[in-house]
T-cell receptor
Framework: GAGVSQSPRYKVAKRGQDVALRCDPI?????LFWYQQALGQGPEFLTY????????KSGLPSDRFFAERPEGSVSTLKIQRTQQEDSAVYLC??????????????FGPGTRLTVL | AQSVTQLGSHVSVSEGALVLLRCNYS??????LFWYVQYPNQGLQLLLK??????LVKGINGFEAEFKKSETSFHLTKPSAHMSDAAEYFC???????????FGKGTMLLVSP
């Protein structure tokens, strides 16, 4: 497929468990973004990569959240010791160019995380 | 920090009626402006965007939006609603020179026959 893919689509975790969410961006896209979308809310920015460099992680809510993109392609968002407030849909987006707020971001279908 | 306000969490229209979804942003410098649509269990899809130039922007599926600097608004319209337009719509802004998007809370569009 040509779009952004995310896995798993659904994840149920017990409070305190660690989870890892994967994002496969569109091939060749330089920029990659993670957003968190709580129920009934708009997506909120978590972190931004340009190739393998994490240029902005100001949106990560706590040090339990960690993201990486080691080879400048696939990215993983890891949440340690999950809490109930982490329950949300996690969206990944990619864009062709680096920098420049005018570039279209292409979104994946999201991973719905439920923490019990 | 940027903020985006979408008036009305739900908007209901009849099929064939005008669609108007409101979006206001807070910025002294005009940002880049976007409208995205989200269907159930799907990712966001770009409808249209304003970066520079003509203030009336046409997008996919017959939607358009007008950037009004004096009103800090970017309202989304469609002359005639179709059942397939029922979805959630998000307005978003991006500061010039900065990549991340700031989204509004979304407006759910309901279309009745």
């Amino acid at each position: 497929g040509a779009g952004v893919s995310q896995s798993p689509r659904y994840k149920v975790a017990k409070r305190g468990q660690d989870v890892a969410l994967r994002c496969d961006p569109i091939s060749g896209h330089v920029s990659l973004f993670w957003y968190q979308q709580a129920l009934g809310q708009g997506p909120e920015f978590l972190t931004y990569f340009q190739n393998e460099a994490q240029l902005d992680k100001s949106g990560l809510p706590s040090d339990r959240f960690f993201a990486e993109r080691p080879e400048g392609s696939v990215s993983t968002l890891k949440i340690q010791r999950t809490q109930q407030e982490d329950s949300a849909v996690y969206l990944c987006a990619s864009s062709l160019a680096g920098g420049g707020g005018y570039n279209e971001q292409f979104f994946g279908p999201g991973t719905r995380l439920t923490v019990l | 920090a940027q903020s985006v306000t979408q008036l009305g969490s739900h908007v209901s229209v009849s099929e064939g009626a005008l669609v108007l979804l409101r979006c206001n942003y807070s910025s002294s410098v005009p940002p880049y402006l976007f409208w995205y649509v989200q269907y159930p269990n799907q990712g966001l899809q770009l409808l249209l965007k304003y970066t520079t130039g003509a203030t009336l922007v046409k997008g996919i599926n017959g939607f358009e939006a007008e950037f009004k600097k004096s009103e800090t608004s970017f309202h989304l319209t469609k002359p005639s609603a179709h059942m397939s337009d029922a979805a959630e719509y998000f307005c978003a802004v991006s500061d010039r020179g900065y990549s991340t998007l700031t989204f509004g809370k979304g407006t759910m569009l309901l279309v009745s026959p």
